[in-house]
């Protein structure tokens, strides 16, 4: 039977993840091997010329560049279903990780190499747990050099809460943003309320399944067949809600409390969620600039590429800071 990347998504995992947009990548079989050579296909090609692989990021034939630089201008795609670390999807499809993309963000930030940063944005977000340590690291580099989100064509929920932290948002023509919002699934076993008498179907080898908590750790496993746990479960996710809401206003300079009004499809603040293309995107805020992706570069390598060969002083001094913090 084949395993498919939805399968290592276990239940009550908060996910900030638009999963109709993510349905094709979710059914994607998990590789028997991670040698396997149809791996080594996979390619990043964010950009044509000198690439490296950021602080922490070992190198191997399956193993896609977390950015690339050319003409003082970096680039780091930002793709697929997000997590803090799974290194295999880093290998097996070039996606990003909040740990990688951290990492890197701090290594740009002090790199006199790179005069500005882009991230390039094709994913549907992921996972909640991890994420605001990768949205700091792209608020602080935007506070010493530009960092350019590009949505091409998707950035939904997770993938949205990143970008809302460039210093400008620019959407390609037919893309999508927004779906910020936080989410999770209960399982079919969860909400039976479980005692030491009570059990479910039998698993796989025919063994009863028992599940239960310690007598003060309730909230281990909320029940959703009752009040007490469908609460304890609405917190999780308006506390997850609250800080993605907290980084979009600030990253996007719209008062906390006009939020979610222009995130609703109607007079209802509740309303949320939707993803918009580029021109109601910009409207209400969620992006700058539509552009086509030639356009785009042309623009920004017209101005990078001259600082690229002699930086100001004012550059290099906000280098030198980033680069002393990356070493604390």
Sequence with gaps: ?????????????????????????????????????????IALSAAPEASAVAPGMAAGPAV?????????????????????????????????????????????AASEDAAAIVLEIDSPGGLVTGIEAAAEAIAAAAAVKPVHALVSPLAASAAYWLASQATEIVMTPGAVAGSIG?????????????????????GANGAQIFEMSSRHARAKRPDASTEAGRAE???????????????????????????????????????????????????????????????????????????SRSLSRAFAARAAAAKAVARS
């Design 1 to 41: 039977m084949t395993r498919t990347l939805a399968s290592l998504f276990g239940p009550l995992q908060p996910m900030a993840l638009a999963e109709d947009l993510a349905a094709p990548l979710l059914a994607l079989a998990i590789p028997e091997s991670t040698t396997d050579p149809a791996m080594a296909d």
């Design 64 to 108: 896609p560049d977390r950015f690339t630089v050319a003409r003082g201008l970096a680039v780091v795609p930002v793709r697929g279903i997000l997590t803090p670390n799974m290194a295999q999807y880093e290998r097996w499809f070039g996606w990003a990780t909040y740990h990688g993309l951290a990492e890197t963000l701090a290594h740009l």
């Design 182 to 202: 936080v989410a999770l699934t209960v399982a079919g076993s969860i909400g039976v309320a479980l005692t030491a008498a009570a059990h479910v179907q039998p």
């Design 233 to 307: 479960l609405q917190r999780s996710l308006d506390e997850a809600e609250a800080a993605f809401h907290a980084a979009v206003s600030t990253g996007r300079a719209i008062p906390a409390a006009e939020l979610a009004a222009r995130l609703s499809v109607t007079d209802d603040p509740q309303d949320g969620g939707a993803t918009f293309r580029a021109p109601e995107a910009i409207r209400r805020g969620l992006a700058d600039r539509t552009e086509t992706r030639a356009a785009f570069y042309a623009r920004l390598t017209a101005r990078t590429a001259p600082k």
